[in-house]
């Protein structure tokens, strides 16, 4: 198993091209957020919009509409509710995601099927959460898995893999992922990320990250990488890397952070990371 270094985050943070638009950094749908749960989806959109996604729409309950337009301006919104235009929004994405907040009642579990059903051969989806839950629950069939990321906590994973915890040893972890076939990033103390082809171990993390909504933000952050990164699977592994590094410099300085302190960090640290790519070239 390989521990993520810093170079696994600079070798991802390129400079942007002079000649960009917001086309050219991907464009993020995130369904998420019911009645009760809708900071779980306003915490992945900021995630995903200030790790510099081009365009960031969510599906959500429409209770969380003015929350999300007052705290993210920059994303666009839809209520979940009609079907036919979310339906069209799904079909314009780069990634989607799914899962943050959403619930596991009879309209979270066919929004779950509707976006399994649409995802195209070019998309990319992210699957956290309560649909890791419903998933697990259904007999819902991946169209293509080597274009998924479950990123379940360990309880998670055990209702996704049948591994209890005990069991969830890195042998049994990567065969289960092999019958699935999609990247897991299973979330602890020392997240772990299995592909088919490798195994990777997060070395970074601190006890002041043990907080709701931290792995709402993980999966925003992770969404966006994907949405503007060509590698996929180092940018899987640049934004595990990077959302645990701002915790551990946060947790220097404070008991507990929060997620939302995390999101607020990630353009500098991205900053940090590309001037660091590029004194690296200049030698």
């Known amino acids: 198993m390989k521990d ?44 995903a919009v200030r790790t510099g996604t081009g365009l960031v729409s969510v599906i959500t309950a429409k209770h969380n509409h003015s929350a999300l337009h007052a705290r993210l301006p920059e994303a666009m919104v839809l209520d979940w509710t009609l079907t036919r235009a979310v339906s069209e929004l799904l079909g314009t994405a780069t990634v989607l995601l799914i899962g943050p907040g959403l619930g596991l009642d009879s309209h979270s579990q066919q929004l779950l099927q509707l976006v399994l059903q649409q995802q195209t051969s070019t998309q990319w989806l992210v ?6 839950t419903l998933f697990a629950q259904s007999d819902s069939h991946l169209n293509y898995p080597e274009h998924i990321v479950f990123t379940p906590h360990q309880m998670e994973w055990q209702r996704l893999s049948g591994l ?11 065969a289960a992922q092999k019958k699935l076939g999609a990247t897991i990033v299973l979330k602890s103390h020392r997240t772990e990320i299995y ?31 994907l ?57």
């Open 164 to 174: 209890k915890l005990t069991h969830q040893t890195i042998d049994n972890n990567q």
């Open 4 to 47: 993520l270094t810093r170079d696994d985050l600079t070798a991802v943070i390129q400079p942007r091209p002079q000649e960009s638009h917001k086309g050219t950094f991907g464009r993020a749908v995130l369904v998420g957020g019911n009645a009760t749960y809708g900071g779980a989806i306003i915490m992945s959109t900021e995630a």
């Open 227 to 283: 949405a503007q990164f060509p590698d996929k699977e180092a940018a899987i592994c640049a934004a595990v890397y990077l959302h645990s590094q701002i915790g551990e410099e946060l947790g220097k300085k404070r008991y507990v952070v929060l997620p939302t302190e995390i999101s607020q960090q990630i353009p500098r640290f991205m900053k940090l990371a590309e001037n660091i790519n590029k004194k690296t070239k200049g030698k």
């Open 127 to 132: 699957i956290d959460g309560s649909a890791i």
């Open 195 to 225: 592909t088919t082809n490798e195994q990777y171990r997060n070395p970074l993390g601190t006890p002041a990250m043990a907080t709701g909504g931290m792995g709402d933000t993980l999966a925003g952050m992770i969404t966006g990488f």
